[in-house]
C-alpha cells in the first residue's frame, strides 16, 4: 500500500481545485552572520512596465507590541515605493510573521485573495526581501498567465534569498 | 572669563573668520531619514554649514528661523534643538501621515531713501519695509534678499500640501514629489521666483560624501522657460541643491546671495520679524565678511563682535537676490 499513499494524496489535494493556481517556492537561505534576523519578505504581482497587480504575501514582525515591526517595512524598499506606503498593515491574506531560515512555499488560486481574478497576459512575480543588520535583494521572474498547461521556473537568488520557483498550473 | 574678556574673544573670533567666511560656504540640513514607515516615526536632523557636503566641520547653523509645517499644513515642533560647535540639531516627530516641510526661511529688505531731506536707511522684514518706508519716497534705492534652506521627509504615503508655494523669495514647485526620488528614473523640478516662473537660472545638485573623492561630481541644469529642469541621478544617496538668483549687478555665487552681508543689520530688529531677521545674519554665510554664522559664544542678545562702526552706511545695491538649498534623498533601484 505505501508505494501508493503519495499519490492518493496528491490526487486528492489537486482535485479540487479546478480553477488556475500559482505556487510559489522561496528558499530563505542560511546566512552565517553573528546577528541574523529573519527577512522582511514581500511577494507581488506587476504588469511588465512594473505596476502592481496583486499583492500576494509581507512577511514582517507583525508581533511586537505597538505595532513597532512597522517601522522596517520601508527597507523592503521597492515594495514600499510601490504599494507598501499606501497600504494600512496588516492586510488580511497578505501580511504574516518573519519565516525561519529553509522553503515555504505558498499557494494562491484564481478568484480568492488575495490573488483575486487576473486578467490573461504577461506577469512578473516579485520576491524582495530585506534584513535587519543585513542586505536586500529582489528577484523577479516573468511567466505567462494562465498556463495551458503546468508551467513552471526556477531562479536563484544571489544574498538574501535562495532558489526561487513560481508554478503556473492552468 | 568676565564678561569683557569673552566679548573680546568673541570679536576676535570674528576677525580671525573674515577671510574664511568670503568663501562659498554651504549651508546644508542633513536628516536621518526621508522616507519612514511605521506608527511612531521621528527624524532627526543636522545643520551645519561648511564647504564640504555633508561634514559638520565648520559652523552650526542657526535655528532660530525654522519651521516645520505639517502634511495638513499647521506648524509642528522642533524638538530637541540644540546647537554645538560644528552642528545644530533637532528632531520632529512625525505624528502624521504624509509629507513635511523642514524649512528655514529669510526675507530682507535694505533701502536708502530721502525724508525731508535727510538721508535715510532701512533695514528689516519686507512687512515693516511697507510699514516704515514711504512709498514715493525720494532716491528710493532698494535691495531684497530671500533665502531658503529647506527638506522634505515623509512617513507614509507622500502628500503634496507642503509643497504649495508661498510667492516670496526663490522656491522650489516640485513635479516630481522630492520624497520619491529613484536612481535612473527622471525627476523634474520647476523654481519659481517670487511666484513666477525662474527661466533661465542655474541649478546645482552635489551629491555628498565629497571628502571621499576628488572630483565634485556635481549635476549642472539651467532652468527652461518655465523654470523647469530635469535630471536623471547617477548613483543614491543625498544631494544638496542649490540655485541662486541675482538680479541688479551683483555677482552670482554658488550658497546664499552675495549681498546679503550688505543686507545683516546687527541692531536689535524692529517690528514683529524679530526671529527672522535675526536669523538673516546667520544665513549668509556665503559672502558675509564681517557677519556670517559664529560659534555658539558669539549668540544670543547683544551680538558681541558683530561688525564695526559705519558698516550701515555702504552704499545700497538695488536689486534682487533669492537662493534656494534643499537636500534631497535619492534611492537606488
Known amino acids: ?170 | 572669563m568676565t564678561r569683557t574678556l569673552k566679548l573680546a574673544v568673541a570679536a576676535l573670533t570674528v576677525t580671525i573668520c573674515l577671510p574664511l567666511t568670503l568663501q562659498a560656504h554651504r549651508q546644508w540640513m542633513l536628516p536621518s531619514a526621508t522616507i519612514l514607515s511605521g506608527n511612531d516615526p521621528w527624524v532627526t536632523v543636522d545643520a551645519a554649514i561648511s564647504n564640504d557636503l555633508f561634514y559638520f566641520e565648520h559652523f552650526p547653523m542657526r535655528l532660530d528661523n525654522l519651521v516645520v509645517t505639517a502634511p495638513d499644513g499647521t506648524a509642528a515642533k522642533a524638538e530637541n534643538q540644540g546647537t554645538g560647535r560644528y552642528r545644530s540639531t533637532f528632531d520632529v516627530h512625525l505624528t502624521q501621515k504624509g509629507t513635511y516641510k523642514l524649512a528655514i526661511v529669510n526675507h530682507t529688505v535694505a533701502a536708502s531713501y530721502t525724508a525731508n531731506g535727510e538721508a535715510k536707511t532701512f533695514r528689516g522684514s519686507p512687512d515693516a519695509f511697507a510699514k516704515e518706508v514711504p512709498a514715493g519716497a525720494a532716491d528710493l534705492k532698494v535691495s531684497r534678499t530671500s533665502s531658503r534652506n529647506e527638506l522634505f521627509v515623509t512617513s507614509g504615503r507622500p502628500t503634496e500640501t507642503v509643497l504649495k508655494t508661498t510667492g516670496l523669495g526663490l522656491e522650489l514647485a516640485p513635479v516630481t514629489h522630492p520624497n520619491d526620488l529613484v536612481v535612473g528614473e527622471d525627476a523634474t523640478f520647476a523654481f519659481v521666483l517670487d511666484g513666477k516662473p525662474a527661466a533661465n537660472l542655474p541649478v546645482t545638485l552635489i551629491p555628498g560624501g565629497i571628502r571621499y573623492r576628488d572630483s565634485l561630481g556635481e549635476i549642472k541644469a539651467t532652468t527652461d522657460k518655465d523654470g523647469k529642469i530635469t535630471v536623471k541621478f547617477p548613483a543614491p544617496g543625498m544631494y544638496w541643491v542649490n540655485a541662486t538668483f541675482s538680479e541688479g549687478g551683483a555677482p552670482r555665487r554658488e550658497g546664499n546671495p552675495p549681498s546679503a552681508a550688505a543686507d545683516m543689520d546687527p541692531r536689535p530688529a524692529r517690528g514683529p520679524n524679530v526671529g527672522a531677521e535675526a536669523a538673516t545674519q546667520e544665513q549668509a554665510p556665503a559672502a558675509a565678511p564681517a557677519g556670517g554664522p559664529r560659534g555658539p559664544q558669539a549668540q544670543g542678545p547683544g551680538r558681541p563682535g558683530g561688525r564695526g562702526p559705519g558698516m550701515d552706511n555702504r552704499p545700497i545695491v538695488p536689486g534682487r537676490r533669492a537662493s534656494y538649498i534643499a537636500t534631497f534623498e535619492v534611492l537606488p533601484q
Do not use: C
Not at chain 1, 527577512?39 to 504575501?57: I, S
Not at chain 1, 497600504?87 to 518573519?98: C, F, N, Q
Open chain 1, 1 to 170: 500500500m505505501r508505494p501508493w499513499l503519495p499519490v492518493t494524496i496528491a490526487g486528492l489535494v489537486s482535485t479540487p481545485l479546478a480553477a488556475a493556481d500559482l505556487s510559489v517556492s522561496i528558499d530563505i537561505p542560511r546566512i552565517n552572520v553573528s546577528e541574523y534576523h529573519r527577512p522582511y519578505v514581500a511577494v507581488w504581482l506587476e504588469t511588465p512596465d512594473q505596476k502592481v497587480v496583486a499583492n500576494l504575501a509581507v512577511w514582517y514582525e507583525m508581533k511586537k507590541a505597538n505595532a513597532e515591526g512597522t517601522k522596517w517595512l520601508k527597507d523592503i524598499r521597492q515594495w514600499w515605493r510601490k504599494t507598501g506606503r499606501d497600504l494600512e498593515m496588516p492586510v488580511d491574506a497578505v501580511s504574516g510573521a518573519t519565516r525561519p531560515v529553509g522553503q515555504h512555499t505558498l499557494t494562491f488560486s484564481s478568484g480568492k485573495a488575495p490573488l483575486g481574478t487576473l486578467a490573461p497576459g504577461s506577469y512578473q512575480l516579485v520576491v524582495e526581501a530585506a534584513r535587519e543588520v543585513g542586505g536586500r535583494e529582489l528577484v523577479r521572474i516573468p511567466f505567462q498567465w494562465p498556463a495551458a498547461k503546468t508551467w513552471s521556473a526556477k531562479v536563484q537568488g544571489e544574498n538574501e534569498l535562495g532558489a526561487l520557483t513560481l508554478t503556473v498550473q492552468p
